[in-house]
């Protein structure tokens, strides 16, 4: 967790929070020009150094409004790097492309194949723990390309979860929760069958009446969070005698005093849970594992204490008629106050996307998958003492049959075996692995 001491003396463990989000005095009006000035000194501050400091564009509006940002306020070229996917729907190297040439920047660009899974290993021996966010092949090659002409770079994460990404759950949440007899809906909705359901709505629907009426840590870890492994997944997944070993175990999240709604709520546990564990652990370890700073200017904790204080309505447009319509626009006031001065039109339209990698293209086709699957099944044999083979061997024969797209499982399940292998079967772990075919 962010602003924890922990304490080891023996076998105890004390975990102590020195530091946590503010969100009072709610602040009654939004100055555009004092958040203006707020992000520009942030990301001038980490502008500073005796090498030069790079850009990560990605592509999407928060990376692309800081490279505008930096355009902006110094007309002097700086260098950019993006990461592109060969034959891949969702790449966006158009709108990376477009900002750069906007800027004068001097872009790199590296294109990605399914060449790119082979350093899988590689990325589970430095991370030195079984993560498996599927971006995290790109960011650490992110990383990679940039590290030789550079001592820091700029990055664009925090605003999708500071500014509540998750904004419409907590509607769903709050309008739930104010149905009278909704709990008695919740117990029939809420069972395994329908919550597992290959039914999109019916399944979204059941998730979001498990996530009330619960504190909002938990019923964010088990329904939205990571949905392909909530507790219905973990039952049949996990082995008797692993659950056995974890019963008991504290999920605690120190949530602070004075929270005003279900919003930001949300928006805390968003950003300790999978901001802190996923997004800035991803990032972290890759520029680390690469010699490289990374520097976050949307996290800077005067700015992060500005917008907590503001009023919902200034981090999110999102009327009645917006959320039937499906048109909340996130992220109102980095657009309003920041965006809409330094980027192009053609950014300022694109859509809400994301930093996706093709990991099912890479991990499939009927000469590869075999190997992946046998791999994972060869990793959780009958003497592993964590996961159900049995269980197991249905999620793969159901993704390989085209069934059911178990790309996030799969790839869980090859990253963990990836660490056992590494880390607890072989005699040497200082020295990193070989390629992804060495293990299959």
Known sequence: MPGHTLILQGRSVQITPYWNWSFTPERDRVDEEEFFELLSKSLKRRLKGDKPVGMFLGGGLDSSTLVGLRHYLSKEPFPTFSIGFKDFTKDETYYSNAM??????RHKLRTLDEDSREILPHLVWSYEEPYADSSFIPTYMAADFAKSDLGAVIGGDGPDHIFGRMSRLAWQIETFEAIPGARLFKRIISRPAISSSSNPILSKLARTAAASFVPMHEGYRNNWSWPWLNPSVKACLYTDRFKSQIVGKSEERYMPDG?????RELAYVDATMNGSFDVITKIGRAASANELIIREPFLDIELVKYINRLPKEARIKATLKDRLQRQVVSKFLI??????RVLPKVLLEKPKG????PINQWLSGPAFFPRVKQFILD???????????????GILSQHEAGQK?????VLLLLVFGLWQRIYLNREDIWQPPGNLGMFL
């Open 335 to 340: 657009r309003k106050a920041v965006s809409n």
């Open 405 to 409: 797209d178990n790309t996030h499982m």
């Open 259 to 263: 929270i005003p709604d279900r919003f």
């Open 100 to 105: 750069a040439e906007y800027c004068h920047s």
């Open 379 to 393: 990793s959780h044999s009958d003497g592993n003492n964590y996961f159900n083979r049995n269980f197991i061997e």
């Open 354 to 357: 994301g930093f996706f990698a």
